[in-house]
């Protein structure tokens, strides 16, 4: 797949997308990181984690800041920045210490809106999702499980109802529209925009949806199910 297709896949929850990107980008964003820094920074299991939450950064800046690609393979290479940043602010958590060194935004990428812009999310922002992430994980299944084939597989209702055995169309809504409003209920502590909060919850449901797609796709490569090739334009390669 081009890194136009990618994009536009990342922008409607393709999972034939996220799982290319896994299959064929994680092996080399994992090789660079390794040998960016040090065993004693991050750790194996460091790097599956920096690779999951480098994704959830992609989605979320392909879907707000409307990022396109100068040319095939920017798509890679934007989001090893990422996973540089992120095992940087990893290392932070760990050892408490600056990131005034901290990588530089990638040149082959370009925010179609505003150049310039951090690729990491506000701590503030970072509190809030968190915190939206906990709470999604611990809602009843059938509401997680309702709300994922809604916002991230855009399926309609009476498609939901067929695969959850409910009446018909309206009793999914309804139910939608109680799973969302208890979740507002308690996210209203720290969102108190409404509208806003059927954004971010939405986003949080999302997010949710890409780490469970992860998740499974790790599990099926550490089972040999999947092969990765990846082709890497640099003088790693050859090591």
Not at 184 to 190: F, L, P, S, T, V
């Amino acid at each position: 797949m081009t890194d136009s297709q990618l994009i536009f896949g990342i922008m409607q929850n393709d999972e034939r997308a996220w799982k290319h990107i896994c299959r064929n980008m994680k092996p080399g964003v994992a090789s660079i990181l390794g040998q960016t820094f040090s065993v004693d920074s991050i750790s194996g299991e460091d790097i599956d984690d920096i690779f999951q939450e480098s994704l959830i950064v992609l989605m979320q800046k392909v879907k707000s800041d409307g990022i396109v690609c100068s040319h095939d393979g920017a798509l890679f290479s934007y989001l090893v920045q990422i996973g540089k940043l992120t095992a940087c602010n990893l290392i932070r958590k760990k050892r408490t210490q600056s990131l005034d060194d901290a990588v530089t935004f990638s040149p082959f990428l370009h925010n179609s809106e505003e150049e310039g812009n951090e690729m990491g999310v506000d701590e503030k922002q970072q509190m809030q999702n968190d915190f939206l992430d906990k709470l999604f994980s611990r809602i009843p299944s059938e509401c997680s499980t309702l709300l994922k084939h809604f916002y991230w597989d855009h399926k309609p209702m009476d498609e939901i109802a067929s695969i959850l055995g409910m009446r018909n169309a309206d009793s999914v809504k309804s139910k939608k529209s109680k799973c969302m409003n208890r979740i507002k209920e308690i996210a209203a502590r720290i969102i108190k925009d409404d509208e806003f909060a059927e954004e971010a919850i939405r986003n949080a449901i999302e997010r949710a949806a890409l780490r469970e797609l992860i998740e499974e796709e790790r599990i099926h490569t550490d089972s040999g199910h999947c092969i990765a090739a990846l082709n890497v334009d640099n003088n790693d390669e050859e090591q």
